[in-house]
């Protein structure tokens, strides 16, 4: 990993050798102006009351665990089907503009989930929510990079955005305290109140100051989608991070799904939920403040190495361990998301040229939902009929075997670039 071995034409002579860097006063300005708003932005969007209870308030409402991973599997399959696509929003209008459409929605769909009593309500609001998360997803990302890029300081990438995590992280926290108080009083109030809390990140959003310059060229629509996709497949190195990164994020999502049966089966109370949340996005925020350390004196191989071992033997320990203490096992697995989020969203950027960048990012998440798709369900299935035990067993079987397979392919074709003739 340390260094990048890739079929074809190096992608990175686009990405790593940027246009100069800006020069207008305006823009520059506006470019370190919106460095500070994308933290406030990081710290509205996951101001989520409802972060704790979901899962509680779906039980509440009659649904089985099995129902409840069935329901999340269809908008992570709505996800996918949006992803690319609305990366490529970004790509072809605009971070701020996609971003904003999805900071509009995303309420939206929140008051539906506060009202379904059935399927297809919750169908309904999963639909809005996977337009909304589809469109802020990647884009937000590519926003943050572009603006350091112009600033010619796309070196602090991962330390930027490792402090947004980790405030994203703080302010989700802070709001599961509250949203656990909330719902031990009635599990609906959070979720009206998080449509409300929201809509400071749609306000922040219109703040900014769109990366791209007017006289650099958008490529069309279905142009950029067709050309990501095919640089994704001709380059090993995207390649081995996306199908690396997706099965990492989607193993990091079911342990969300998991943490509140988690809890509830241990005899903690609702009310405490939100305090335990907090505890679990702090580890996260560690997780991201130490994540450049620890891959600056690691190396990136050796962190793309470490990190899932780490999370696998943490899930390995939720399933041997019966008691409430093992819910420190949980702060090992959010430690290694917040760990390791900063570092694959660094080198996918790297390698990724800025007309690409929102686009590869959906590729990314597109992935990740396809492979959450049909483990999901089979987790929750397995948790309902045989216990959670097994479920964290299973989910730690199902991160670290395909990890292993990913980097070994990886470095195999490394090593066929290392001998190849010069």
Known sequence: MDRSHAEGDDPRESAVAPPAQESDPARLAGLRRNITLYYLYAFFAM????APIWVLFMLDRGFSLTQVAVLDMTSFVMIALAEVPTGAV???WGRKVSMGLGAGLLPVSVVIFGLSHSFVMVFVAWIFYSLAYTLTSG??????YDSLKGLGQEAEFQKTVGKALGLGQISLAASAILGGLLGGIDLVIPVFATAVTLLPALGVILLFTEPYSEHESRPPYLT???????LAGRHSQIRYLILYAAVFFA???IVQVFFQPFLK???????????MYMVFTFATVAGAVAGPRLSAALGERTSFLVIPIVATAALAMLGLVQYAVAFVFLLFVNFTYGAGR????EVINRYTPTEKRATMLSLRSLVSSVVLAP??????????????RSGFFSLAAALILPIAIVLALWRRTQRRADAAPV
């Open 139 to 144: 884009a937000d990302v590519a926003f943050l």
């Open 90 to 92: 970004a790509d072809r």
């Open 47 to 50: 101001f989520q009351l409802w």
């Open 375 to 388: 483990l999901e369900p089979g987790m929750g299935y397995t948790a309902d009929r045989r216990g959670l």
């Open 251 to 253: 193993a990091m999502w």
């Open 265 to 275: 089966v241990r005899g903690f109370p609702v009310e405490t939920f939100g305090v």
């Open 224 to 230: 950029n989608v067709r050309a990501t996709i095919s």
């Open 342 to 345: 900063p570092l694959l969203d």
